[in-house]
């Protein structure tokens, strides 16, 4: 299904160098974690490769890395290598070229040691080399509508300069207009992102941009008016086919001199480390008549900046920053699908699949082709960054057969779809029993960065409450989660016979129906060992088995349980027999189901307590000098400030809260009854009051 993704490396050396063994294998997920920098994709798969180097360090060998994506304008391709020290970065690579796999694109580098290296795809790096004694012009390789042009002693010294051009367009900026409709209320078009990097240099000229920008998309008036309903429909509605014709009727009604001038152009920049967009206001910048290209003079080479186009009308320029910058952290997004399948042929085996959403088609093809279903599809949608390290984890009562290993661990890329192939199976075949299928789910986590406040060390003595400390932490945050649906067997059974058991009178938790669970899970000669634990003579188990057959084990069990005396705890035997025949599952069973009744005995007898405090409660809580003090009422009660605390924060009433308190010293309280709390009172004042208490004593 993806076996051709992965195509074979070439390794060449010179032809004075002595032969040299390699060793090369796939690069483990975790260890690409910073591979990627902004806005670049990974177009192979990462490879390590091991060999001994020579002493003299001069020879080297020449690895040629296949890569899976055509070579674009904006986009260059290179090869990253990893430092011993964890970091990734570039280096020297040349595109190749080979007669026996002419149909498959390479690029190629020169290695001299061990490494790990992998294609990636970044945005074309420009140099732009500035002579201060001579004027000069210069067209980007990425985009030939951006062009620089300076003056001769633009600078007191030479200046080299590395441009990058992340281009803007249309699709990916009306997408961005549809998802976030309100911050972007008022931007009409953009141009691509300029990144510049340069000394640190003082201009004594301004330098010459020309720079492409989107055509503004004008709405109709009937729309503007109408609900934010209806204006949403109506951007959703519209094709990217509409948005076109709109700027060619734009274009040509401007060359006609129809330009209605509504709008305005802004320079917005970023600092270096910041994630921040400020407004440039000491620049003019020049639109033309076909409002597809703008000229501005910059004596500020800014190392991150954008033009955009807004409506006039349009008062809040820290509306326009927070739009460029949601802008420019969806273009470095990716919407991803996620999906899980059921092969037709093996019902139990599944596999997941997460996926570019633009490949989503053809990943339905190539599992269709491996004949998994379409019917009842899991089917989820994520937005998330290149490169992402994600884990996949699974939970409930159906799970994969080998899983040992809490979570599966890969990445997040554009080209490369992750498909992960397991076989299923149920966990308790007794559960779920109302419903066809067995379910379990299928989770996808990533690591996330969360602010989280930490208290610190406080003074008791102190009223006021110090700030809380606030400290980054790494978490696990469950981003999708898929519903797995294993059918169960269809298996026929027959329709079992009734028998009449007999049955005999509860005794504690030991009841008819209990001594059928356990036979039910004796198996083989099990039921024999527990007799012998029991205490049964091997002439009795015969006569058991001569008689009843299939039941034995009952009937041994009900023989047992006639002939124990009633004052021996019966439970206790059974578990240590269980113990003693190895079955601890059953032995810890039993001994849940007698620590429950004991729950239950102990919270009945609880509630009978508080029952029999139900009069003298209220009639304290009758009396409003009571309920004005109910703290004093709850520390002569021996609450702690902590009990008191929770009460006052569940209970708005002062009444409610001197009940809950009463209630509270009534159940936790051994020597709880009506004479100390007459007496209670009584400390208190309330001396009328503690002797009606006394009298209900």
């Known amino acids: 299904m993806h076996d051709d993704q992965c195509s074979q490396c070439i390794v060449r050396s010179p032809s004075n160098t002595k032969l040299i063994p390699l060793n090369i294998t796939f690069l483990n997920v975790s260890e690409t974690e910073n591979l990627l920098d902004n806005q670049e994709e990974l177009i192979s798969t990462?490879?390590?490769?091991?060999?001994?180097?020579?002493?003299?360090?001069?020879?080297?060998?020449?690895?040629?890395?296949?890569?899976?994506?055509?070579?674009?304008?904006?986009?260059?391709?290179?090869?990253?290598?990893?430092?011993?020290?964890?970091?990734?970065?570039?280096?020297?690579?040349?595109?190749?070229?080979?007669?026996?796999?002419?149909?498959?694109?390479?690029?190629?580098?020169?290695?001299?040691?061990?490494?790990?290296?992998?294609?990636?795809?970044?945005?074309?790096?420009?140099?732009?080399?500035?002579?201060?004694?001579?004027?000069?012009?210069?067209?980007?390789?990425?985009?030939?509508?951006?062009?620089?042009?300076?003056?001769?002693?633009?600078?007191?010294?030479?200046?080299?300069?590395?441009?990058?051009?992340?281009?803007?367009?249309?699709?990916?900026?009306?997408?961005?207009?549809?998802?976030?409709?309100?911050?972007?209320?008022?931007?009409?078009?953009?141009?691509?992102?300029?990144?510049?990097?340069?000394?640190?240099?003082?201009?004594?000229?301004?330098?010459?941009?020309?720079?492409?920008?989107?055509?503004p998309t004008k709405k109709n008036e009937g729309s503007m008016k109408s609900s934010g309903i209806d204006s949403q429909r109506t951007v959703t509605n519209q094709t990217t086919q509409d948005i076109i014709l709109q700027q060619q009727q734009s274009i040509f009604k401007s060359m006609l001199g129809e330009d209605s001038n509504n709008d305005r152009l802004i320079l917005l920049y970023c600092n270096q480390n910041e994630n921040t967009w400020h407004i440039d206001t000491n620049v003019s910048i020049t639109d033309t008549k076909t409002h597809d290209i703008v000229t501005t003079d910059l004596k500020c080479l800014h190392p991150r900046m954008i033009i955009a186009r807004c409506d006039k009308q349009l008062t809040s320029t820290k509306k326009i920053q927070t739009a460029i910058k949601l802008l420019e952290q969806s273009l470095s997004q990716r919407s991803v699908s996620l999906m899980v399948r059921r092969r037709l042929s093996n019902v139990n085996e599944i596999c997941f699949v997460?996926?570019?959403?633009?490949?989503?088609?053809?990943?339905?093809?190539?599992?269709?082709?491996?004949?998994?279903?379409?019917?009842?599809?899991?089917?989820?949608?994520?937005?998330?960054?290149?490169?992402?390290?994600?884990?996949?984890?699974?939970?409930?009562?159906?799970l994969p057969n080998d899983y040992h290993q809490q979570s599966y661990s890969f990445a997040?890329?554009?080209?490369?779809?992750?498909?992960?192939?397991?076989?299923?199976?149920?966990?308790?075949?007794?559960?779920?029993?109302?419903?066809?299928?067995?379910?379990?789910?299928?989770?996808?986590?990533?690591?996330?960065?969360?602010?989280?406040?930490?208290?610190?060390?406080?003074?008791?003595?102190?009223?006021?409450?110090?700030?809380?400390?606030?400290?980054?932490?790494?978490?696990?945050?469950?981003?999708?989660?898929?519903?797995?649906?294993?059918?169960?067997?269809?298996?026929?059974?027959?329709?079992?016979?009734?028998?009449?058991?007999?049955?005999?009178?509860?005794?504690?938790?030991?009841?008819?129906?209990?001594?059928?669970?356990?036979?039910?899970?004796?198996?083989?000669?099990?039921?024999?060992?527990?007799?012998?634990?029991l205490g049964m003579t091997r002439i009795r188990i015969e006569a058991i088995e001569h008689d009843h057959h299939d039941d034995a084990s009952y009937y041994m069990l009900f023989a047992w349980f006639k002939r124990v005396p009633r004052s021996t705890d019966k439970v206790s035997l059974l578990i240590n027999a269980l113990v003693n025949i190895n079955r601890w599952d059953l032995a810890q069973d039993l001994q849940a189901i007698k620590d429950e009744k004991r729950q239950e005995q102990k919270t009945s007898s609880k509630d009978d307590q508080l029952r029999s405090f139900y009069v003298p409660f209220n009639r304290i809580c009758q009396r409003d000098e009571c309920i004005r003090i109910w703290k004093q009422i709850a520390r002569e009660l021996m609450l702690t400030n902590d009990d008191i605390e929770h009460i006052e924060r569940q209970y708005p009433s002062k009444e409610e809260r001197c009940l809950r308190s009463l209630e509270h010293w009534a159940s936790n309280n051994a020597q709880a009854d009506i004479t100390n709390l007459a007496r209670i009172m009584r400390s208190l004042g309330f001396k009328s009051l503690a002797r009606e208490l006394d009298n209900m004593a």
Not at 444 to 456: C, D, M, T, Y
Not at 479 to 500: C, D, F, M, S, Y
Not at 502 to 519: M, Q, Y
């Open 46 to 215: 990462p490879i390590q490769v091991k060999f001994e180097s020579q002493e003299n360090n001069q020879d080297y060998i020449l690895f040629s890395i296949p890569y899976i994506i055509k070579r674009s304008n904006h986009r260059e391709n290179i090869i990253k290598i990893r430092q011993p020290n964890g970091i990734w970065i570039s280096t020297e690579t040349n595109e190749s070229m080979f007669d026996a796999h002419k149909e498959k694109r390479f690029v190629e580098c020169k290695l001299s040691q061990s490494t790990a290296c992998a294609v990636v795809s970044r945005l074309r790096l420009d140099t732009i080399l500035i002579n201060k004694k001579s004027s000069g012009r210069f067209t980007s390789n990425a985009d030939s509508r951006v062009t620089l042009q300076w003056p001769k002693d633009v600078s007191q010294t030479n200046i080299r300069i590395n441009l990058r051009v992340q281009p803007v367009d249309l699709p990916a900026f009306t997408q961005f207009s549809e998802n976030f409709s309100h911050e972007s209320e008022g931007l009409l078009g953009v141009g691509p992102i300029i990144d510049l990097d340069c000394d640190d240099i003082t201009l004594l000229k301004p330098i010459q941009f020309k720079l492409p920008i989107l055509l």
């Open 354 to 398: 997460c996926c570019s959403s633009q490949r989503t088609n053809t990943v339905n093809d190539d599992l269709q082709q491996e004949n998994y279903t379409n019917d009842d599809e899991q089917f989820k949608e994520l937005t998330l960054q290149e490169g992402q390290l994600l884990e996949l984890r699974f939970r409930g009562n159906v």
């Open 412 to 533: 997040f890329n554009t080209n490369f779809p992750y498909y992960f192939q397991t076989n299923v199976s149920q966990t308790d075949k007794y559960s779920q029993h109302f419903s066809p299928f067995f379910y379990g789910f299928v989770q996808i986590f990533s690591k996330q960065k969360v602010l989280r406040a930490v208290p610190k060390e406080t003074d008791k003595k102190k009223q006021q409450t110090e700030t809380l400390k606030q400290e980054w932490h790494d978490v696990d945050v469950c981003l999708a989660e898929l519903v797995v649906r294993l059918p169960k067997p269809t298996e026929e059974t027959g329709i079992p016979t009734t028998k009449t058991l007999p049955t005999f009178t509860v005794e504690g938790i030991i009841t008819p129906a209990l001594f059928r669970d356990i036979s039910a899970s004796l198996h083989g000669d099990e039921w024999r060992w527990l007799a012998r634990r």
